[in-house]
């Protein structure tokens, strides 16, 4: 039957059809969604990590163990997951093994615009890029079955176009592979120096049977039309190309992108007059060709930075170029903010308001650093709040250690905060951190995660107390303290800040948008009393606006916090139940 | 209409993903090829948000760029104005008179500006302007507008209703279905 399917749901119907049994992924926009996807069906086995390298390594056992298995993440994701990737390519595996990785080109929702092509080259592990969502499924399956007959991880890679758009797919039943009995093979699977200085010969000359596969597989398809331009591409480039040119050019559509074909895209070129390679990203494909000795254009012409569409492309290429008419009035923007009753604002506040130096890290929280928050000093990847914090301290000694703190949330601590808490505990800093304990993963969609007490599916599971976690790692100081109330955190964090030895502070309240937690009824300005200071707006809630000099209360946004009614000298605020 | 691109914007928590659904399940049963593309993670966290519709005999870019929407299907004005430059020529703004302040100007960095609709009106843009909460509401839930923009989207499209009524029943869970098939009447009968 035919229906329209978002791409990661795709990529899931992929694992189910060719009998994947085991799931371990780590959430990560645009990855998040496969393996919520892939979790409901009951045949897969299906489990959120703490991080991506915990992932990995589960999945490698699950392999050796002789089922197919998975897991997903986001691009920065695999940078945490590259030390058992690498290795990982010179083991090989037993049963299949397919990791999922989806790049966020244009930063929708990341950090940074790293380009994944590069840890495939460098570790030496082929990945297929499909276009879309039939694609996605089609090549999940050949993944599984080319990672055996190869005897290789394969790397699946998708991005946000790719991963949250719905094509039209048709799905097919699933198709489970008797599990492999396991097998002890310790000049395999042993990665010490005398087995790994044998296997990687074997690595090399597998690389070549996979270019020697993929120079005729028709997962590299030749798409001639007139042959004045002939482009190279591959994922969502391939869709614009095709938007702008249709058949007016020829197209080599590369599905898998490492490695890279050499016969193909001799011959390709030899067939066009002028050849053009159009990927987003980093000109990986780019400098394949010119290392080939072929002259071609690409990022002479289209840019490196931020996401291609088909203006990029038709402007670049000489396509032709859709205008639309502009309005001659400023329109203020909209950045994301954080919602109303979100229990990370108090503190946030608290720490503007004591000129505190924030670590951040990554979350919804980021989004402290936005005015009139403006919280936060840096923000880099998962974890090093906890870690820079220490560095920062060590480095300007009690100046730093009364001023600075490392914020970090309950799900991110237990991917890689842990062991910057260790680092301060042994090397000993006097530095404040700060756990923000919302009870769930919030940026990318509320995932249950090791404190929260829950797993993938929503049933109960085992139970990671941060309190007694963060003493077992020898900190003396450890308070929780309720976000909503401002005079309690600041204390706290005064309190915590001039202590002589280091200290956590759990900030616990369960994210507003979760479904269990119960609303107060929303808060109304009582104008009388309200004189229009515009002390509320100091905490930056979307419910509150002034209009007409008092401030009002949007009811359909506000939860009742009551952290605006701490703010308010004059009463303004009240509650008709 | 043999093809076409529908852009839905607004304030992210506001509904566009039902809207989208709708729209992708409708034209998909029509016999078109379909793709949709959405937006989720950070940006959804009360920023602007935009999914784009795209059908035809076969869809290449799941993205619409500026200049080639047929269709705006607005939630909030300003977020309409935001997107103006998408529109084609002769293409159509649908979409809710509600204003959500956006953070600078809830701060007092920025104004909101006055008179939207009218100045897209003046840069040449068919505008329809609706009251869509209140009509929302009518039906029976402010929840609603999402349906009440696709009722009146459905009046520019040579679909039957029956068909729009069909992909409704298919797509919004059972217990809110006659809220928005009458949230669906209210916004294709509105006179503009």
């Known amino acids: 039957m035919k229906q329209l399917m978002l791409g990661n749901k795709a990529f899931a119907r992929g694992l189910y059809e060719a009998g994947c049994s085991f799931v371990s992924s780590y959430p990560g926009t645009p990855s998040t969604e496969i393996t919520e996807e892939a979790v409901k069906y009951e045949e897969i086995y299906c489990e959120w990590a703490p991080n991506e390298k915990v992932a990995m390594e589960a999945v490698f056992g699950a392999s050796l163990a002789g089922v197919r298995a998975f897991c997903g993440m986001k691009h920065v994701g695999l940078n945490v997951a590259a030390d058992p990737l690498y290795t990982m390519s010179y083991t090989g595996v037993h049963a299949g093994i397919v990791i999922g990785v989806a790049d966020d080109p244009g930063m929708h929702s990341s950090q940074n615009e790293q380009d994944s092509r590069h840890h495939a080259i460098a570790a030496k592990v082929p990945m297929l890029e499909p276009s879309d969502s039939a694609e996605t499924l089609e090549f999940v399956k050949l993944a599984f079955e080319l990672s055996e007959k190869f005897d290789t991880p394969f790397l699946v890679k998708m991005c946000t176009r790719i991963a949250h758009s719905q094509s039209v797919v048709e799905t097919s039943e699933r198709v489970c592979p008797p599990v492999k009995p396991y097998e002890k093979n310790i000049a395999k699977n042993v990665m010490m120096p005398g087995n790994a200085i044998r296997r990687h010969p074997v690595i090399e000359e597998r690389t070549k049977a996979i270019r020697e596969w993929a120079e005729t597989s028709d997962i590299n398809k030749v798409e001639y039309g007139d042959k004045t331009i002939g482009i190279i591409t591959s994922s969502t480039s391939y869709q614009y190309v095709k938007e702008v040119f249709g058949e007016d050019v020829s197209v080599l559509k590369l599905g898998m992108v490492n490695p890279l074909p050499e016969k193909l895209i001799r011959d390709f070129a030899s067939n066009v007059t002028r050849l053009i390679v159009v990927e987003e990203g980093d000109p990986i494909i780019e400098e394949h060709c010119k290392a080939l000795g072929l002259k071609c254009d690409g990022k002479n012409e289209l840019p490196l930075c931020g996401e291609f569409s088909q203006n990029i492309i038709a402007e670049a290429l000489g396509g032709e170029l859709h205008e639309g008419r502009s309005l001659d009035v400023e329109i203020p923007v909209r950045p994301p903010i954080m919602c109303a009753g979100c229990p990370h604002r108090g503190i946030f506040y608290t720490l503007n308001k004591n000129k505190c130096v924030v670590m951040g890290d990554i979350g919804c929280y980021t989004l402290g650093a936005v005015a009139p928050l403006s919280a936060m000093d840096m923000t880099l990847c998962m974890g090093a709040s906890v870690s820079a914090v220490h560095g920062f301290n060590k480095a300007l000694g009690s100046e730093g250690e009364k001023k600075s703190v490392g914020i970090i949330g309950d799900s991110t601590f237990m991917h890689s905060g842990m062991t910057g808490l260790a680092n301060i505990a042994y090397n000993e800093s006097n530095s404040t951190v700060i756990i923000l304990d919302n009870s769930i993963t919030g940026m990318t969609g509320h995932q249950q995660n090791p404190t929260t007490g829950y797993n993938i599916k929503g049933d109960p599971a085992g139970k990671i107390d941060l309190e007694a976690l963060c003493r077992a790692m020898g900190i003396n100081r450890v308070v929780v303290v309720d976000p909503y109330d401002l005079k309690e955190c600041d204390r706290v964090i005064k309190e915590e800040l001039a202590a002589e030895e280091p200290s956590v502070i759990i900030a616990r309240r369960p994210c507003a948008l979760l479904k269990y937690v119960k609303h107060n009824t929303p808060l109304e300005v009582n104008t009388d009393k309200c004189t229009g200071c515009k002390s509320c707006m100091r905490i930056g809630c979307p419910a509150i606006s002034m209009k007409d000099g008092k401030a009002c209360v949007d009811k359909t946004l506000c939860v009742g916090c009551d952290v605006c009614t701490q703010m308010c000298g004059f009463g303004a605020f009240e509650r008709k139940e | ?192």
């Open chain 2, 1 to 192: 209409m043999k093809s076409g691109n529908i852009m839905i914007v607004g304030v992210g928590g506001q509904g566009s993903l039902l809207a989208s659904k709708l729209l992708g399940h409708l034209l998909l049963t029509e016999g078109f090829d379909v793709k949709v593309s959405e937006v989720h993670g950070m940006s959804q966290r009360g920023g602007s948000v935009v999914t784009y519709v795209k059908f035809g005999e076969k869809v290449a870019s799941p993205v619409i760029d500026e200049g080639e929407a047929d269709f705006i299907v607005s939630f909030e004005q300003l977020e309409a104005a935001r997107w103006l430059k998408y529109l084609k020529p002769d293409g159509h703004i649908v979409t809710s008179i509600q204003k959500i302040d956006p953070m600078p100007v809830i701060t007092g960095a920025a104004e909101y500006p006055e008179g939207l609709i009218e100045k897209m009106k003046e840069a040449g843009a068919a505008v329809d302007a609706m009251d869509c909460l209140s009509l929302a509401n009518e039906a029976g839930s402010s929840k609603a507008v999402n349906v009440v923009l696709i009722g009146r989207l459905s009046h520019y499209f040579d679909i039957p209703e029956e068909s729009w009524i069909k992909a409704i029943e298919k797509i919004v869970p059972e217990k809110f279905v006659e809220l928005n098939k009458k949230a669906f009447k209210l916004g294709r009968e509105f006179e503009g």
